[in-house]
């Protein structure tokens, strides 16, 4: 975690940066210290498709992984995670914006441009 927090210490101290992911609750620094927040919504099953997706590849070997990836993983991600993330993660996510911006951050919501609410 130390080299990971130092990486991210990094990046966000440089003049311009971009972090793309759902690390909000270890990457707090990166929302204190952006311009911009863009939130993507994509539809839950999308998100599914593209974790199977990701595991077949890397399985296949045709993508690289960063851990390996096992079918509980796959079920952890869809289950949990991806589940959370529309129940409890998104609110938590939107709630930081409103701290450091006073409102919510862009958000794309299903490919339409819409501004949060």
Known sequence: ????????????????????????????????????????RLNKYVRDFRVVRRFVRTRLGLEEWNYKQSLGNVCKMIFKWNAGYDKE???????????????????????RDRAAS
């Open 1 to 40: 975690m130390e080299v990971r927090d130092a990486k991210l210490r990094e990046i966000v101290n440089q003049e311009s940066w971009v972090v793309e992911g759902v690390h909000f609750k270890w990457g707090l620094e990166s929302f204190e210290q952006a311009d911009l927040i863009f939130i993507v």
């Open 89 to 111: 993660d998104l609110h938590k996510i939107m709630e930081l914006t409103r701290r450091f911006f006073g409102q919510e951050a862009c958000r794309q919501e299903h490919g």
